[in-house]
């Protein structure tokens, strides 16, 4: 089992940048895939990002070319660059494991003002 937490969401105006970090309980050198999704209000969470454990990523195509991930398996960290941002990346980012099962963190906010 593991547990994430993910941290840096908040408030920022429409072009600004955050940086949304998930720290895991245990070791993520062996989770062959992590990643984070989001939730708008009244929409369905969706895929943001992915990485796995060769450090190959993906991405929706709504973040292609404005969000970086990226994992510290040394810190156990899973972290999301996101520049450019626009209001329609408002909504809950959750951080998601894939072992067996899939693990989730409890969220963390992302509001982007125009």
């Known amino acids: 089992q593991v547990q994430l937490v993910e941290s840096g969401g908040g408030l920022v105006q429409a072009g600004g940048s955050l940086r949304l970090s998930c720290a895991a309980s245990?070791?993520?050198?062996?989770?062959?895939?992590m990643g984070w999704y989001r939730q708008a209000p009244g929409k369905q969470r969706e895929f943001v990002a992915r990485?796995?454990?060769?450090?190959?990523?993906n991405y929706a195509d709504s973040a292609k070319g404005r969000f970086t991930i990226s994992r510290d398996n040394a810190k156990n960290t899973v972290d999301l660059q996101m520049n450019s941002l626009k209001p329609e990346d408002t909504g809950v980012y959750y951080c998601h494991a894939q072992l067996l099962v899939a693990y989730w963190g409890q969220g963390t906010q992302v509001t982007v003002s125009s």
């Open positions: 990485i796995t454990k060769n450090s190959s990523t």
């Open positions: 245990a070791s993520i050198s062996s989770i062959w895939s």
